[in-house]
């Protein structure tokens, strides 16, 4: 009952698992979704429009482009003339403190006519205007030759250049008629005391008259009638014609921002993303049930999904039209290496169909995405050197150049082509290369296992399986006969060859800990003779424990764990086995004392495993090896483990196990082949 309740509720947890993804992945896909019309034509101007004819789908005005306002925006503060105030306080203030101190304390010859000389000239000076130095300079250097200078509710027009400074204004009145006036004389009246700036800068009124005289200008050039026609194919994009299009952009996106039409968009776009969610998951229920029994993969097929859709939406979204950039084949990459080639083509089909949705022109994304995903599998069946990631993306990047210049050449009367497309298309490529690391990345957050970490592994200068080929090294040599094994059966039935290779030179790395105790690690002489079968079963069964123990401290994948739990299974010691019921007629042991912890094999690579492990070590003890001693070892090995029940809970078939028995057979019969005899020399004659 509580096995029966278990079951249940693993397969419960399975379905909601499933649940969860497609709805997050509808809603995180339709969330990035472009909600308002996007004409995503891609263009360059002063070549030709490459798209289908552009007609005006109804009447818009043509806004001008921002480098155009901003030059009609700079023209105008360039002819705005600023506005300055008169401090008429200044004047009288000056005038006040002229007669007040200078005039009481002199009274030399002509006094008179020095004060009434001065005043006047006072007079002359700030009537004109006094502006600071500074001010002055500012305004010649930014090219303001006139001004407006309000004095009271009035205002006029000043030449910048008849201004005084306060050096102008002083030099005006000493040097202003030096025939009647003496300057040594005109010294004793401190006349620079007297001279103040009176213009100042009216910074509020300034900016509302600027603002003013911006706020005339017009952001549209003209209008574009319904059903007129904007430009056709082969027609060359001028800077007009740009301005017409981007325009066309604008208020596309003004028609489309209705509520009720952004409702039922989004309505439009969770029913197609749904749907194609859900025939995703009809066929990994149909034909790959197994990816759902580990949550990583499942996030992993999803979440490339979603983050690419994601990524080529908001490019629309911000109105950045090239999706090519984008590296879509990714996607089959990581899935085919990962998993299986089909998956990898269904969700790639899944992701392009999706993006095209929300493209103008879906039809050449589609046919270069979707033959460009069939290159992929094609060519990187396995990933297990650098270079091979270096190749497919130079493949992948040759395959949308020529697919993409066959579509032009079959679309259009005359060979026009867009150069951007191609410089898109090698980004893209380059864009690929980051595959490499990013399967670090995933094989850390989704726990999985590439073939480049298998050979990375599989290379027999690790510390691991160095110090295994000195301290144990018939476990060693034991070790690589099993390896060579694995892998030409996993060639012949379809299974991840570098996978099970890499497994079978660890699966007995726990015999590190007492190797003498092994077989094919001593020398004549058995430390066993000197125990009981049970504390000899012990020892043997707990090279698996401590085979996890070392991969535990070398960080070995959980993979590689899974081959050195289960290549014996639940299956017993079966020497020290037999031997406990000799010594012990009539009686019934305690099994657990003799049985292997297990799990008994879950997949193909581990039952290999399996086979191979008791296969290799069984052919060591024939008397003679003959073709038919060698298959007779052979069927009778691997029938007893089918026998037992090894097999039961993995995916390996009849089919499988037969061909399986055929590898064996053939590679034993090499390894143990017959040597002829060489003759010796006869030195008589």
């Known amino acids: 009952m509580k096995e029966n309740k278990q079951v249940k509720r693993k397969v419960y947890g399975k379905q909601i698992f499933k649940g969860l993804l497609?709805?997050?992945?509808?809603?995180?896909?339709?969330?990035?979704?472009?909600?308002?019309?996007?004409?995503?034509?891609?263009?360059?101007?002063?070549?030709?429009?490459?798209?289908?004819?552009l007609i005006a789908p109804y009447t818009f005005a043509i806004l001008k482009s921002d480098s155009v306002m901003q030059h009609e925006r700079d023209?105008?503060?360039?002819?705005?003339?600023?506005?300055?105030?008169?401090?008429?306080?200044?004047?009288?203030?000056?005038?006040?403190?002229?007669?007040?101190?200078?005039?009481?304390?002199?009274?030399?010859?002509?006094?008179?006519?020095?004060?009434?000389?001065?005043?006047?000239?006072?007079?002359?000076?700030y009537s004109r205007g006094v502006i600071s130095m500074e001010e002055y300079d500012s305004l010649l250097k930014d090219g303001k030759y006139t001004i407006k200078v309000v004095e009271d509710r009035t205002s006029r027009n000043v030449v910048t250049k008849r201004l005084f400074t306060q050096r102008t204004a002083y030099e005006y009145i000493m040097f202003g008629d030096t025939a009647r006036y003496s300057r040594l004389i005109l010294q004793h009246f401190n006349i620079s005391d007297l001279i103040m700036p009176n213009i100042k800068f009216d910074k509020e009124k300034s900016k509302a008259e600027l603002d003013d005289m911006l706020s005339t200008i017009s952001g549209a050039s003209g209008m574009v009638q319904s059903g007129q026609k904007i430009i056709d194919r082969g027609e060359i994009v001028d800077e007009k014609k740009a301005?017409?299009?981007?325009?066309?952009?604008?208020?596309?996106?003004?028609?489309?921002?209705?509520?009720?039409?952004?409702?039922?968009?989004?309505?439009?776009?969770?029913?197609?993303?749904?749907?194609?969610?859900?025939?995703?998951?009809?066929?990994?229920?149909?034909?790959?049930?197994?990816?759902?029994?580990?949550?990583?993969?499942?996030?992993?097929?999803?979440?490339?999904?979603?983050?690419?859709?994601?990524?080529?939406?908001?490019?629309?979204?911000?109105?950045?039209?090239?999706?090519?950039?984008?590296?879509?084949?990714?996607?089959?990459?990581?899935?085919?290496?990962?998993?299986?080639s089909r998956t990898a083509f269904m969700f790639h089909c899944a992701t392009v169909m999706i993006i095209s949705s929300f493209l103008r022109e879906p039809y050449e994304f589609l046919i270069l995405q979707l033959t460009t995903g069939m290159v992929v599998i094609q060519t990187l069946r396995e990933l297990s050197q650098r270079s091979q990631i270096i190749r497919t993306a130079l493949v992948i990047t040759l395959t949308y150049i020529v697919i993409h210049t066959s579509f032009v050449l079959i679309q259009n009367d005359e060979i026009r082509f867009d150069r951007s497309y191609y410089i898109y298309m090698i980004v893209n490529g380059v864009l690929l290369l980051f595959t490499y690391p990013l399967l670090y990345v995933f094989?850390?957050?989704?726990?999985?296992?590439?073939?480049?970490?298998?050979?990375?592994?599989?290379?027999?200068?690790?510390?691991?399986?160095?110090?295994?080929?000195?301290?144990?090294?018939?476990?060693?040599?034991?070790?690589?006969?099993?390896?060579?094994?694995?892998?030409?059966?996993?060639?012949?039935?379809?299974?991840?060859?570098?996978?099970?290779?890499?497994?079978?030179?660890?699966?007995?790395?726990?015999?590190?800990?007492?190797?003498v105790f092994f077989t094919e690690n001593q020398k004549g002489i058995s430390p066993h003779s000197h125990l009981t079968p049970e504390r000899s079963a012990e020892v043997i069964i707990e090279h698996v424990t401590n085979g996890l123990s070392l991969a535990d401290k070398n960080n070995l994948p959980a993979q590689i764990k899974r081959f050195i739990m289960t290549h014996h299974g639940n299956g017993k010691t079966k020497y020290f086995y037999i031997m406990w019921k000799n010594l012990h007629h009539g009686e019934e042991p305690d099994e657990s004392l003799f049985s292997y912890p297990g799990p008994n094999p879950s997949s193909k690579e581990e039952a290999i495993l399996m086979m191979a492990d008791a296969v290799e070590a069984a052919s060591r003890s024939l008397s003679e090896y003959t073709e038919e001693s060698i298959s007779t070892l052979v069927d009778k090995i691997i029938d007893g483990q089918m026998q037992e029940g090894y097999f039961s809970e993995c995916d390996i078939t009849f089919k499988d196990i037969a061909a399986a028995k055929e590898v064996f057979k053939e590679k034993l019969k090499i390894v143990y082949h017959t040597r002829i005899s060489y003759p010796e020399l006869n030195n008589k004659q």
Request: glycine letters at 6%; a positive charge; one cysteine or more.
């Open 443 to 515: 094989e850390k957050v989704f726990g999985f296992i590439s073939d480049v970490t298998l050979v990375e592994l599989s290379n027999i200068s690790n510390p691991l399986l160095q110090r295994m080929s000195e301290i144990a090294p018939g476990t060693f040599q034991h070790s690589m006969q099993v390896a060579n094994l694995s892998a030409e059966v996993a060639k012949k039935i379809g299974a991840r060859s570098q996978l099970v290779r890499t497994g079978a030179l660890y699966h007995d790395i726990g015999k590190l800990e007492r190797p």
């Open 22 to 53: 497609v709805v997050l992945s509808t809603l995180i896909i339709v969330y990035f979704m472009p909600k308002s019309e996007t004409l995503g034509y891609s263009y360059e101007v002063g070549y030709p429009w490459i798209n289908k004819q």
């Open 243 to 340: 301005a017409i299009i981007e325009s066309l952009v604008r208020e596309s996106t003004k028609h489309s921002k209705g509520d009720g039409l952004i409702r039922l968009k989004i309505i439009g776009q969770m029913v197609y993303v749904l749907f194609i969610c859900l025939i995703l998951l009809s066929y990994l229920n149909l034909f790959r049930s197994d990816y759902f029994d580990k949550i990583g993969t499942g996030l992993l097929l999803f979440g490339l999904m979603d983050f690419f859709c994601s990524v080529a939406a908001s490019m629309m979204s911000h109105n950045f039209y090239h999706v090519m950039i984008l590296p879509c084949c990714m996607v089959p990459i990581f899935i085919r290496v990962f998993m299986d």
């Open 75 to 125: 023209s105008i503060r360039q002819e705005f003339q600023p506005y300055y105030r008169v401090d008429t306080s200044v004047r009288d203030a000056m005038r006040k403190k002229f007669l007040n101190s200078n005039v009481k304390e002199w009274n030399g010859p002509n006094a008179f006519l020095y004060i009434k000389y001065i005043t006047q000239q006072l007079d002359t000076v």
